[in-house]
């Protein structure tokens, strides 16, 4: 079995033994794995994701959902939140701090903290080792047992697919035991202490049991017998009663209404699964009547139809009023620069985005879009620039690497393309085409002595990597 699928493989599988209830190994489960291989495990799992198109890359959805993320996280642990594009109603705990969401609870979620509140579960579960403990005692199984296991889950946990229930069967009588003697425990104990962050993020701490009942009703109206959440998270009405009584525990205050782009994030996510269904008029009648959530996020889905349509002035209009009332929001700049871009004002945009990256340096959707515009308008260097300070804080994002590629390859830089090429591929799974790109970046004449070096040890680490993938 190829390596790197191996990996993924026995992710799955300490999500396959967490969900179907291992008992508490204790903190020794932290010896089970290093954290350099989690690291592996959650790359793999991300090529993975990739590679089969789930993975939303769509910057400014990741950019809302890893601030929501942050903000529940406690000090001193890296969060990596990610939207996985399958419309049922899932989240998992993956290796290394890595958390994902499926977009159809992003959309059964009704109000900021509850999607918070599933956000905060997860990361309990992450900050009490659940995973690793789970990690450990899969080390027990016979391969045989594990390879049933896995075979299912890299259909199942990695894409939210049913079709490997059928042989789950064998495998979840392997372990049936401590499924009926612990998955309560983990979850009730990622349930104390998802509340108690939500309390401590100033969300609302009664929106957890106000969630379990939202999934309990969508699985009582929908045709599939049981929500995924269901089957990884077991849910009934006693734990939803604890959930209250915990959420009681904490003084009443006056919640923060929902974050702005808590709807604008909801709004690219409908349009980007063609749930809106309306055409201009309606939106535009919408806005009159008071149908909506929000009503900025209404412009702002009306602003995006309108664009779609190539109708700039009238998009313009009311983008205007937008940054007047939010200056500060990023969908509203990209959307003004998209919209200046397209009525011949460019200079204008690329201020607006440099000034807007000015004050929050680590946006990664207006980073893109800055450097994506600057190579329209022929002006490479001032792209790579940003893309250097952006590669060091989000050396993971694919765009990155490949908007890099095209920056250096118009300047010229014939061993940076090829490097940044590598790291895009890398990225996406394809080593093979990375450990090319090196090799060539490699025999390109006039390497300086420290060039060559960074990019051999580079073209080492992958070429392992590959052979571990390759091995039987």
């Known amino acids: 079995m190829p390596a790197l699928l191996r990996a993924v493989l026995i992710w799955c599988l300490s999500q396959a033994a967490y969900s179907i209830n291992l008992p508490d190994l204790g903190h020794s489960a932290r010896n089970s794995i290093t954290p350099q291989h989690e690291q592996h495990l959650a790359r793999a799992l991300m090529q993975r994701l990739r590679q089969q198109g789930i993975l939303i890359e769509d910057p400014l959805l990741t950019d809302y959902i890893q601030q929501l993320g942050q903000r529940l996280a406690p000090p001193g642990q890296t969060f990596r939140f990610f939207l996985a594009d399958r419309p049922d109603i899932n989240a998992f705990a993956g290796p290394d701090g890595h958390i994902g969401i499926h977009t159809g609870l992003f959309l059964t979620s009704q109000t900021e903290s509850e999607l918070a509140s599933v956000l905060a579960h997860e990361i309990a579960h992450v900050t009490q080792q659940h995973l690793l403990q789970a990690w450990e005692k899969t080390q027990h199984l016979s391969l045989p047992q594990a390879a049933l296991i896995l075979a299912t889950l890299v259909i199942g946990a990695a894409t939210g697919s049913d079709a490997g229930l059928a042989l789950a069967v064998g495998s979840q009588a392997i372990l049936q035991q401590h499924q009926i003697n612990f998955t309560r425990r983990h979850e009730q104990e990622a349930d104390r202490i998802g509340i108690r962050l939500l309390a401590q993020a100033d969300f609302n701490p009664h929106a957890m049991a106000a969630f379990f009942v939202r999934v309990q009703q969508a699985s009582q109206l929908s045709l599939n017998p049981l929500p995924a959440l269901l089957r990884t998270h077991p849910l009934n009405s006693q734990r939803t009663a604890e959930a209250r009584n915990r959420a009681a525990d904490y003084p009443y205050t006056q919640h923060q209404p929902d974050e702005l782009r808590y709807h604008l994030a909801r709004a690219r996510l409908e349009r980007r699964q063609g749930q809106t269904g309306l055409t201009i008029a309606q939106h535009q009648a919408n806005l009159q009547q008071g149908r909506y959530r929000n009503r900025l996020a209404a412009q702002y889905t009306l602003v995006l139809a309108l664009q779609d349509a190539q109708r700039w002035a009238e998009a313009a209009s009311y983008l205007d009023h937008l940054l007047t009332q939010a200056p500060g929001v990023p969908e509203f700049i990209i959307a003004q620069a998209h919209n200046e871009t397209q009525q011949q004002q460019p200079e204008t945009a690329l201020r607006r985005l440099h000034t807007a990256l000015q004050q929050t340096p680590h946006n990664l959707a207006l980073a893109i879009t800055y450097a994506e515009l600057a190579l329209a308008q022929g002006q490479h260097q001032a792209a790579l620039t940003q893309l250097q300070q952006t590669r060091t804080y989000r050396p993971d994002a694919p765009g990155i690497h490949q908007l ?69």
């Open 404 to 472: 890099s590629a095209r920056a250096s390859a118009q300047l010229q830089q014939l061993s940076q393309t090829h490097r940044h090429l590598a790291e895009y591929h890398a990225l996406q799974g394809n080593l093979t085409t990375a450990i090319q790109h090196l090799q060539y970046a490699l025999s390109l004449p006039d390497l300086t002595t420290s060039e060559r070096i960074r990019i051999q040890a580079r073209l080492d680490t992958l070429q392992t990597t590959a052979n571990r993938a390759t091995a039987p």
